[in-house]
């Protein structure tokens, strides 16, 4: 047992070393005059990842539903040194939205560099209780329009050698409980754009797709929703978050675990399923 404990902290400890050895640095001048278009942005993360490629000085398309705090937004990124940054409202739930918002972007930046899929419906965190309706809803919102605007985009980042982000989660590698509406959505999405990598590779593409699973992160809507429930947990800060699904994106990392310990928890998943599985549930303070 001693020997097994031990060969698994080695192989963990030489895991973590290679891949810190083989990430190659992020330049920050890269994103200087960048075309991005950074869906879900008018809170969160979304808006995280706006200030910073302002700050870089990209040029930024965001969208979301609220006009008002997308134009708030987008008065702070020109503020912070954005060399462009407009906005355009689209509810991902209808059907022609993603396209349209697209087709903004192409029109207004004259091609894209990235495209970071970020935006999430609101889904309750509770004990699923039968309702359909809300998955099919949820399904168009968190997935369906990622994969439409994924193909839309797509022979402008080919041309432009460029990134096309996947914000996804924890939620997409491991079950977790009172969520299975959007756990079922950041399981597709992890699917469908894992299979995408291995398409672009074979077909020698140039667009680097990366996907980010994501854990706990102190956004508003996420403390909300957890408050009382999962306690036991510190929550990431989104501004670090941000940046580092940034990183990812213009280093063209396949993967993102952010924070660290996600790994660990993917990692452990399929070798000891049942200490993960217990380990999740501990984590959430639900009395029936
Ligand atoms: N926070 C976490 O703990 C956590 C953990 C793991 C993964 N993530 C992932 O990180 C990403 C961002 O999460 P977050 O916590 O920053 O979320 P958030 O603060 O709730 O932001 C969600 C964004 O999506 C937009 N949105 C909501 N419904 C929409 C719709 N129907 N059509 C178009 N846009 C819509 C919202 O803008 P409007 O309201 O203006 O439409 C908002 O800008 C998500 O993909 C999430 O799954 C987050």
């Known amino acids: 047992m001693r020997t097994l404990t031990k060969i698994i902290i080695v192989s963990i400890a030489v ?8 990430t190659p640095s992020f330049e920050p001048e890269s994103l200087r005059g960048a075309r991005v278009l950074v869906t879900g942005a008018s809170t969160g993360i979304g808006e995280q990842m706006a200030y910073h490629y302002a700050r870089f000085g990209a040029q930024i398309v965001i969208t979301g539903r609220k006009e008002k705090m997308l134009q708030q937004v987008v008065d702070k990124c020109l503020s912070l040194g954005a060399q462009k940054a407009l ?4 509810d991902m739930a209808t059907e022609s939205e993603p396209d349209k918002v697209v087709d903004f ?4 930046l004259g091609g ?3 495209l970071v899929l970020n935006h999430i ?3 309750p965190f509770s004990m699923w209780k039968g309702d359909i309706e809300h998955i099919r809803w949820l399904m168009k919102v968190n997935f369906y329009s990622y994969v439409q605007m994924a193909w839309r985009a797509l022979p402008s980042l080919e041309q432009n050698k460029g990134s096309l982000v996947i914000v996804s989660s924890l939620a997409g590698k491991i079950s977790t409980p009172l969520s299975a509406p959007y756990v079922a959505t950041k399981s597709a999405l992890n699917g469908f754009f894992g299979s995408l990598q291995h398409e672009l590779a074979m077909t020698n593409s140039n667009v680097s797709l990366s996907v980010c699973s994501l854990g706990l992160i102190d956004t508003e809507s996420a403390m909300n929703k957890i408050k009382g429930i999962l ?3 510190a929550a990431s800060p989104a501004s670090e978050a941000a940046l580092r699904i940034i990183q ?7 993967e993102l675990y952010y924070p660290w310990d996600v790994f660990y928890m993917v990692f452990f998943k399929d070798w000891i399923p049942s200490l993960t599985n217990y380990y999740t549930r501990s984590l ?5």
């Open 15 to 22: 895991a973590f070393i290679a891949v810190k050895w083989s």
């Open 284 to 288: 959430f303070n639900y009395k029936p």
């Open 105 to 108: 972007s192409l029109e207004q």
């Open 248 to 254: 990812t994106g213009a280093t063209r990392q396949a």
């Open 112 to 114: 894209l560099d990235y």
């Open 87 to 90: 906005y355009i409202a689209a």
């Open 231 to 233: 306690t036991n947990i």
């Open 121 to 123: 419906g609101s889904t």
